[in-house]
């Protein structure tokens, strides 16, 4: 379920007859819904200021910058993973696993030895499987894409564990695959970078490409989608494979930053993901699932976590925050949606 | 209708306002214990915000005032007007499917409970046999609401509002209640309707099938851009009067056109079965409308459905010579056929996408180029979409959902028709859409004839098939047994989708 179906099933009402909005006057919503949409970004402008206010020293520093960014950027990544699917109107519940394998995957055949280019390609490879098979899953076998992808989670995480042996592999990572993990040209960690090309990537294809209109219509209204000629089926499978090639395409550059491979690695990546891509949903594009609203909640989210750390928080706080930030976001996703309508 | 008695209902200057527009502007009306009370006006013209102030979801401005059964109604709260006597019947009836009668009924009430909260079934299950009895139905009340027939489910939602958890129900508002009955199923709705009534409740009746209104209302009341233009005694008016009354502007009517030329077949159907659909055999033509009639569960609503390509048959359809694979809309469309599904909200609109998304869903190439969207190009066309169906408000970036029912029926149609089709598949194409949209659509519909197009529409609304039709077909038990030709009336249409079940029973 998308979140505009999520919110369409939190506001059922009688849509004949709407008198008024019919000639809803443009002056009083537009601005409305201009704060709310950018919302996101004022908080985080607030935040920022909160922070670097209460602890001018450790906050505002280059440092915490980079090392928010740095370290946001692979969540940012699985994110937005999640969006394609969320935008068909599918759950993909086994975006972490996916990208903990692909960590596992890469991490093992360093350890084999294997040229680093073809394991990054190999984890590439897996993660289209991986995302092959979820499609088989939901779109011929007709099972729950929520049940389905769950069951693929736990079906990865064993799979992790049988090829790291339990262990954490360390061996064997070649320099020049820890180097593309590693850099900061010109001071920008290049997890930075990988992120900004797969969210402008992304960003085209959901908002320029017929493909993207095609994800978001099926999504909004499937039958309707169907009636009106979209090879329904096709999309959702095309989108759980999107979204299994980036997750394989996080894990590949977070076993080049981290030069490990264990299967611990992923799955705390699978909240944070939901977190993000659900208030994103309330963020630039009111209502949908999009890229750029998902970055300013990872972003939103992990600002707030570090100046919380920064203050001497517990390390649990991290979980408190998406957990809370992921319940907030669905319940202000479906207000919008009642405000919009009244 | 004695003065003695106070009024069931008083209103009193009733004004609301969205942002700028005035949705109701100072709407005063009286009915009184006793009598059918049907409320019409084309859609837009305030019934609807009028009902969602009574029930609690809109609160007026101040000023208006609304006295239930002689006591002041406090605004913008559901439990106030439920406990003042006002029920509400929606065209969704709220019933839910899974469960049985008995339970549906005691939904709001709360279960009749013994000692430790064990539901006294028995007792549940001969309360609900009575309260659907004294509405005249015989219904087992341990049948699953989903197993009813439509008429039996409305018999059900109306129960339950008339027996909500005490009080005196002094206003029973049915929002269409007959757009889903077939009709046969229509009269025994009215039979209910009219024994509620002769127990002094007063019923507020909404629909857009003005001959329900003659049939059933005593008095009528008129709203226009939300004012209140007539309340008059149904006996005193006639149907051309009250359409006026309700466009302010006599009705043009549809077919003063000239009669297209038929030509060859575009759409060719044969041994054609479904799942109630049996071996059905249809052609057709360029240049015709070919109206299919008959009632709930005659087929007609799969054969559009199977016609559009949206459901799986046996047989062969086949379009200009080219054969069509079953259940593939998409190839349907490709061959030429495009369909406008039944219930929009469920089968067609894209709800929370601007109006411009919900037009070019259907084909966006003429609009990319190397894989990427140039909205400039679509956006132009969409305002020619817009000018030609006559959208209103011409605003593509509304969402769809914001538009009133005809101007989203407009915006499907559109999204059928921009495809250029060979052949048009209408299924209930002016369901819940006002007179004047109607005969706009239907406009719309026959001013394309002379491109070519044939159009198959199957509608439950024999008036509809009567001014829209060449020819109609009649749907009994899955088959077409019958074909009328011009002139068609409306009439001759329903008596023939009934004919066999008179001889029969």
């Known amino acids: 379920m998308s979140t505009t179906e999520a919110t369409a099933a939190a506001t059922q009402e009688s849509d004949r007859d709407v008198a008024i909005p019919a000639r809803r006057p443009r002056g009083r919503v537009v601005p409305r819904l201009g704060l709310d949409r950018f919302s996101g970004l004022y908080v985080l402008g607030a935040l920022v200021l909160a922070y670097g206010i209460w602890l001018p020293d450790t906050f505002l520093t280059s440092e915490t910058a980079r090392s928010v960014a740095d370290g946001q950027a692979i969540a940012a990544i699985v994110a937005l993973a999640l969006v394609v699917p969320l935008a068909a109107g599918a759950f993909d519940l086994s975006v972490a696993a996916t990208l903990g394998f692909s960590v596992c995957l890469v991490a093992w055949l360093q350890g084999h030895h294997v040229n680093p280019v073809l394991s990054v390609l190999a984890a590439l490879a897996v993660g289209i499987v991986i995302g092959a098979v979820n499609s088989f899953v939901v779109v011929v076998l007709r099972v729950n894409s929520f049940i389905g992808t769950l069951g693929m989670s736990s079906l990865l995480a064993a799979a992790s564990y049988w090829i790291t042996g339990g262990q954490t592999l360390i061996k064997g990572f070649s320099p020049d695959l820890l180097r593309a993990g590693r850099a900061q040209p010109a001071h920008i960690p290049v997890t930075v970078l990988y992120l900004v090309g797969t969210a402008l990537v992304l960003w085209f294809v959901l908002e320029h490409t017929p493909l993207g209109r095609y994800f978001y219509a099926v999504g909004a209204n499937p039958r309707a989608a169907r009636l009106a000629g979209l090879r329904v089926d096709r999309l959702v499978a095309r989108s759980l494979i999107l979204a299994g090639f980036l997750s394989a395409l996080g894990g590949a550059i977070l076993a080049a930053k981290l030069g490990l491979g264990s299967p611990d690695v992923g799955p705390p990546y699978l909240l944070p993901a939901f977190s993000a891509a659900f208030l994103g949903a309330t963020q630039i594009r009111s209502g949908r699932v999009n890229v750029l609203g998902t970055l300013v909640a990872v972003y939103l989210l992990g600002v707030g976590v570090k100046g919380l750390q920064l203050a001497g928080a517990p390390s649990y706080v991290s979980d408190l925050f998406n957990g809370a930030a992921l319940i907030v976001a669905v319940a202000l996703a479906a207000r919008t949606s009642r405000a919009s309508r009244t | ?505």
């Open chain 2, 1 to 505: 209708m004695s003065s003695s008695s106070s009024p069931a209902l008083r209103v009193v200057n009733l004004t609301k306002t969205f942002g700028g527009a005035q949705a109701l502007k100072g709407i005063s009306l009286e009915i009184v214990p006793g009598e059918i009370h049907a409320l019409v006006g084309e859609n837009g013209s305030g019934k609807s915000t009028f009902v969602k102030i009574l029930s609690g979801y809109h609160s007026p401005e101040s000023g208006g005032v609304v006295e239930v059964g002689g006591a002041a109604l406090s605004f913008g709260d559901a439990e106030a007007s439920q406990t003042a006597g006002l029920r509400f019947v929606h065209q969704d009836l709220g019933l839910i499917d899974e469960l049985t009668c008995a339970e549906n009924l005691a939904i709001g009430r709360g279960f009749d409970t013994a000692f430790g909260r064990r539901i006294r079934w028995r007792r549940e299950h001969e309360a609900a046999r009575a309260a659907l009895a004294s509405l005249g139905y015989e219904i087992d009340p341990r049948r699953p609401v989903g197993h009813l027939s439509v008429s039996e489910r409305t018999a059900v939602a109306i129960a339950r509002a008339v027996s909500v958890h005490g009080g005196q129900t002094h206003v029973v508002v049915l929002d269409e209640p007959t757009v889903n009955l077939p009709r046969a199923e229509i009269q025994r709705l009215f039979r209910l309707l009219r024994l509620l009534r002769d127990r002094g409740v007063a019923l507020i009746f909404i629909s857009h099938h003005l001959e329900e209104i003659f049939e059933l209302a005593d008095r009528v009341t008129v709203l226009r851009d939300g004012e209140v233009v007539a309340t008059r005694p149904v006996s005193e008016l006639d149907h051309d009067t009250l359409i006026e009354a309700m466009l302010g502007r006599a009705l043009r009517t549809v077919r003063g056109d000239v009669r297209s030329d038929v030509g060859a077949a575009v759409l060719t159907v044969r041994g054609v079965s479904g799942e109630v659909v049996r071996d059905v055999d249809l052609t057709v033509r360029a240049g015709e409308v070919v109206g299919v009639a008959g009632i709930t569960g005659s087929g007609r609503d799969e054969l559009a459905r199977l016609v559009g390509g949206g459901a799986p048959f046996v047989g062969h359809i086949d379009a200009g010579g080219q054969p069509l694979r079953p259940n593939r809309p998409d190839l349907f469309i490709r061959a030429g056929v495009v369909s406008v599904p039944a219930e929009r909200k469920a089968n067609a609109a894209l709800p929370e996408h601007s109006v411009r998304e919900n037009l070019t869903i259907s084909d966006l190439t003429p609009y990319t180029r190397w894989k990427v969207l140039r909205r400039s190009a679509e956006r132009s066309d969409v305002r020619t979409l817009l000018e030609t169906f006559h959208i209103r408000p011409t605003l593509p970036e509304q969402p769809v959902d914001a538009l009133s029912g005809g101007n989203q029926q407009k915006v499907m149609i559109a999204r059928a028709m921009r495809l250029e089709p060979r052949v048009l598949v209408l299924d209930e194409p002016t369901q819940g859409v006002d007179v004047g949209a109607q005969a706009e659509l239907h406009r719309l519909v026959r001013g394309s004839l002379a491109t070519g197009l044939g159009v198959l529409a199957c509608s439950s609304n024999s008036e509809e098939l009567s001014e829209i039709a060449d020819r109609v077909l009649i749907m009994r038990g899955g088959q077409v047994v019958d074909e009328l030709t011009a002139p068609l009336s409306a009439d001759d249409i329903s008596a023939a989708t009934l004919a066999k079940q008179k001889e029969t029973s």
